[in-house]
């Protein structure tokens, strides 16, 4: 089991930046894929970044160039740096893992140890 608690989250004007934390706490001794999704009032869920346990990244189209996932192992902290944001950012982003293979690391929505959670709102 792993626990997984985001931060950061806020409201911030379009062109903004904000930097989201997850740490992940438990049985953290194996390795895992990492990764961020987020969901809007409404919409499905979409895979913003993962972090594959070989160091591989991917991301989302709509963030590819504004956002940057990366990893402090000795604190156990997954982070999500995004700038120039716009109003279409604006959900709830969730931290999420997983240590399995059971599907493409870029599969965030699918991995089965998520978050509570951390609201990001970005106004026009």
């Known amino acids: 089991q792993v626990q997984l608690v985001e931060s950061g989250g806020g409201s911030v004007q379009a062109g903004g930046s904000l930097r989201l934390s997850c740490v992940a706490s438990?049985?953290?001794?194996?390795?895992?894929?990492m990764g961020w999704f987020r969901q809007a009032p409404g919409k499905e869920r979409e895979g913003v970044a993962a972090?594959?346990?070989?160091?591989?990244?991917s991301y989302a189209a709509s963030v590819k160039g504004r956002v940057t996932i990366s990893k402090d192992n000795a604190k156990n902290t997954l982070y999500l740096q995004m700038n120039s944001l716009e109003p279409e950012d604006t959900a709830m982003y969730y931290c999420?893992?997983?240590?399995?293979?059971?599907?493409?690391?870029?599969?965030?929505?699918?991995?089965?140890?998520r978050g509570q959670g951390t609201q990001v709102t970005v106004s026009s």
């Open positions: 438990g049985y953290t001794y194996r390795p895992y894929n």
């Open positions: 972090l594959a346990r070989d160091g591989d990244t």
């Open positions: 999420a893992a997983d240590p399995r293979d059971w599907y493409a690391y870029s599969e965030v929505v699918l991995y089965h140890y």
